[in-house]
């Protein structure tokens, strides 16, 4: 004899649960995967791709909608539409496990492509396969997770792997252009050009114009020195991020 299940239990599908908890009591909202982010940042306006069902509930898998008591006892109010726009605001997003698994995997490669791109082995000036990228950050024991930006935790990954040297790598250098007013430039052009690893090109006429390769932590160094000496007179311009040979170290 089959089971039946209780008439008042909702089976729902790709749902995420958005919970907040006011007062003394947890509410919680039944939305459609990925579009409560996407309504938070604006992309997604209409609250009916947001919510699979237009309630408030004390226990969505169950089907129990909270009774106005408790709305009005925790909320102040019992008018739903603004109830279920401050739980989306302020409430915390339940991800399952599948989910999470789908956004560790998706950050993990993120952060991986992003050190591999911003990287290269500093005696040919290639970049690493993702694959070596990979394997160092795991000897480092480097965990990405889903709690930070893929740029912060690319950043981070950047430094210890060239404080460490468990591979030979650098961060791959930026070409940049300094240009400024001639006779405002021989004043300081020594101290830039000594913060330019390799200058490519140089030229004077009315203005001073130098391009060359530097080291990315040096351009806040010689964007400050300029602004220091140039009286408003200079500026700095990043023509590449990120300068390196073409294909991939081999091994």
């Known amino acids: 004899m089959p089971i039946q299940q209780p008439s008042n239990q909702i089976k729902l599908t790709n749902v995420s649960l958005v919970r ?3 007062g003394k009591r947890r509410f919680e909202l039944a939305c459609y995967q990925n579009k409560v982010q996407d ?20 226990n ?25 726009l401050e739980i989306l605001k302020k409430g915390e997003l339940q991800v399952g496990e599948k989910e999470r698994q ?22 040919t000036k290639r970049p690493y396969p993702t694959t070596i990228i990979e394997k160092a950050l795991a000897e480092l024991g480097i965990n990405i997770t889903v709690n930070k930006s893929p740029k ?3 950043l981070d990954a950047i430094k210890q792997l060239v404080s460490k040297q468990i591979i030979p790598i650098a961060r791959a250098r930026m070409r940049i252009r300094v240009s ?40 806040r160094e010689i964007g400050d020195l300029l602004r220091n000496e140039s009286k408003g007179q200079a500026n700095i311009e990043v023509l590449d991020m990120a300068v390196i040979q073409e294909g991939e170290e081999a091994f």
């Open 20 to 22: 907040m908890r006011k």
């Open 39 to 58: 309504w938070r940042s604006g992309v997604e306006t209409d609250l009916d791709e947001v919510l699979q069902i237009p309630n408030v509930f004390l």
């Open 60 to 84: 969505v898998s169950k089907g129990q909608v909270a009774p106005n008591e408790d709305l009005k006892a925790s909320f102040g109010t019992t008018d739903t539409d603004k109830i279920i």
């Open 102 to 123: 789908a956004k560790l995997q998706q950050q993990h490669a993120t952060v991986i492509e992003l050190v591999t791109s911003k990287c290269v082995n500093p005696g």
């Open 152 to 154: 912060a935790q690319a």
């Open 180 to 219: 400024g007013n001639a006779k405002e430039a021989k004043k300081y052009r020594d101290t830039v050009a000594a913060l330019i690893e390799e200058i490519e090109d140089e030229s004077w006429s009315q203005e001073w114009e130098c391009v060359g390769f530097i080291e990315p932590g040096k351009y």
